[in-house]
């Protein structure tokens, strides 16, 4: 749904340039984000697949970053329509690591706790849930739990899709933990650490 309060036209140019969440969100993407070489040429919202389901293109989102626009922009549902299939970083000439800001904008906005719609950010601490218990994802828990959450109503419609899954092994019944799961539980222990200590 189209947020109400920053217009797709006017966003980026309504206030003064403040660069602190730009370079805020910057350095809290992993590796080099390359946001602040962003040069405004919309390839990527051009190229992506969820665009039209984005209340902002990617192009508006780095725009109202650069105008210091953080409600506007923790409260876009941009990046939790962003599926990750890097076509706009393969594309974007400045080689902005687009889908990495996305992932950012997400963790902020969950801190923040200032995003709209529960339903994505449900899905994915559903699907954290997971890999923390058995080191990846478990398809048919995960889904079953995120309608049940969500869409109870249309759980029955997905049987037919799950049985035919299962037939053709393509999902499992039962969870099973990876191998050196402990070893990936002191990972996950120490990211979460070093998360605290940002
Ligand atoms: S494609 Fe790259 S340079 Fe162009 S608007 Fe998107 S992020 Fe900016
Ligand atoms: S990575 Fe995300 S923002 Fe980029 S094209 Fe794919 S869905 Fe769109």
Redesign the pocket.
Known sequence: MPNATVPKQSAGLRQQEDLTLLHEVSVATAGVSRLE?????????GSCPSASDMDHT??MI?AMLRAGMRNEVLQSNTPWMCVSCYH?VV????N?H?ADVMYTLKGMAIKAKQYKDSTAPDFSQSFVDMVESFGRSFELGLATRHYLSHYPLRLPGMAGMGLGMLTKKRMNLTPSRIKGMDQLTAILEKAKTLELTE
Do not use: E, N, S
């Open positions: 070489m962003c040069i405004q040429c919309g390839t990527c919202g990617p192009r780095f706009c594309r974007c000439p400045q902005v687009i």
